[in-house]
């Protein structure tokens, strides 16, 4: 199975709701992590966990909070967004080797916020 | 042809030709680089990879060439079929650091 899960495919959110993005993958990989892609641009990286544990958070807003449950399943909580985090919203795992690894995507969350 | 701001990098080439994409990386530490291919609506999906020990490699109608020198990277699809149009990133990764960085991207197109 080298498949990444990811819920919902859609969400339509207001600027006070407060909403979960979910991803699983069952590959045994230790490393996993949350990209951002606006339209027509390359995907942004924006945590990453290794085993379990926050490795990088390039400098994200704290209105988005990841969550790393367990190996299998990362979360990404969302609280307060602005329209401009409209976005797809991509979830990845690696073997969790610290580099030179290719990574697996899910299909992402296209999230708009109104 | 190229153009920057909004608009991706295009390329249409005749189904049954080769098509070349490049990319230009910025790292100089890089040294592991992946293709991956974007279709409308899913998530990037890996094509190949190649180490900084190499300079070339070969896949299934694929190959990928890595040029240190000038810090370019090509991808050569081969016989090229409508299932291959996509957008076609490159990312590029430093040995000990986990992070995975994305070119610009490419946008194939293929005409029957």
């Known amino acids: 199975d080298t498949e990444v899960t990811q819920t919902p495919k859609h969400l339509v959110m207001g600027m006070t709701n407060k909403k979960s993005l979910k991803c699983e993958q069952h590959m045994g990989h230790r490393a996993m992590y949350w990209y951002k892609q606006k339209a027509k641009k390359p995907p942004e990286l924006m945590f990453v966990y290794s085993y379990e544990k926050l490795s990088i958070n390039e400098s994200v807003p704290s209105r988005f909070s990841p969550e790393c449950p367990n190996s299998s399943l990362l979360n990404l909580h969302l609280h307060a967004l602005q329209p401009e985090d409209s976005a797809l919203y991509l979830c990845?795992?690696?073997?969790?080797?610290?580099?030179?690894?290719?990574?697996?995507f899910g299909s992402g969350t296209q999230l708009s916020v109104l | 042809g190229e153009s920057v701001g909004l608009h991706l990098p295009t390329l249409s080439v005749q189904e049954g030709d080769n098509s070349i994409i490049n990319c230009a990386y910025s790292n100089s530490a890089s040294d592991y680089f992946i293709w991956y291919k974007q279709e409308s609506g899913k998530g990037p999906q890996f094509i190949i990879d190649?180490?900084?020990?190499?300079d070339k490699r070969q896949g299934q109608r694929v190959t990928v060439l890595l040029n240190k020198t000038v810090k370019h990277l090509s991808l050569q699809i081969a016989a090229t079929q409508p299932g291959d149009s996509a957008v076609y990133f490159c990312?590029?990764?430093?040995?000990?650091?986990?992070?995975?960085?994305f070119g610009t991207g490419t946008r194939l197109t293929i005409i029957p």
């Open positions: 990845a795992s690696g073997a969790g080797t610290g580099g030179h690894e290719k990574l697996f």
């Open positions: 990312a590029e990764n430093q040995g000990g650091n986990e992070k995975l960085t």
């Open positions: 190649i180490r900084s020990n190499m």
